[in-house]
């Protein structure tokens, strides 16, 4: 039996930034999430989950129960730039060399982003990384504001909604989201993992499903 201590030297962490963007396409005749490529500029993911939204039950002349809704994940993506293989996630098409036209199918994709993870004694960083994994994501159209050039200049930054569409995961519900923690994974584990998602000498970068993620790591 231990005394709860509040506020201990080097337990004031903090998560802050975003770097590590990947986009992955789609393949459908493999049914994967492969070609992953950078995505540079990002300035911001803000993620924006609903549902799982209590509705009461009553008998008996009480509360008898809560029956929860299913919960939904969404978020919005915010960069000053994006991959030319992001194009089609974004309903556009190559008509020719420099030509592209938009309105056309969305096709969904994999993506993949990290945020840093400080503390009172150590920076950003330097503490660990969370490394954010989304499946199945599905880019609104979204508002492009194009501004002249003035005394202030500044990047123009575009952003997108994504929607998702949960995958399996076995024993569980099925889910959009996987989060990875530096603090908390074996390192020659994530270091396989990051090697999968980032590619390696002898491999390009994938996005693995949660089977093989939870395969590869090891049980909780």
Known sequence: MSKIVWDALG????????????????????NAFNN????????????????????????????YLNLISAEDYAATI?????????????????????????????????????????????????????????????????EKSHNTVNENPEGATMSWSISTTPVDVEGYKPTATVEIDSRTTPAAKLAQLEAILYGSVSSDPRLPFPAEIATLVGAA
């Open 36 to 63: 992953g490529v950078p995505w540079n500029g990002i300035t911001a993911v803000t993620e924006s989950p609903s549902g799982a939204e209590p509705s009461p039950i009553y008998a008996d002349n009480i509360k």
């Open 78 to 142: 915010e960069a000053l730039t994006y991959p030319d293989e992001f194009k089609i996630s974004d309903g556009k098409a190559d008509i020719a060399t420099g030509v592209v036209i938009g309105q056309q199918t969305r096709k969904i994709f994999g993506f993949s982003y990290r945020t840093l993870i400080g503390s009172d004694t150590e920076a950003a960083g330097t503490a660990g990384y969370v490394i954010h994994l989304i499946y199945n994501c599905t880019a609104s159209p979204s």
């Open 11 to 30: 337990e004031h962490f903090y998560e802050t930034g975003v770097d590590h963007g990947v986009y992955y396409g789609y393949d459908s005749t493999q």
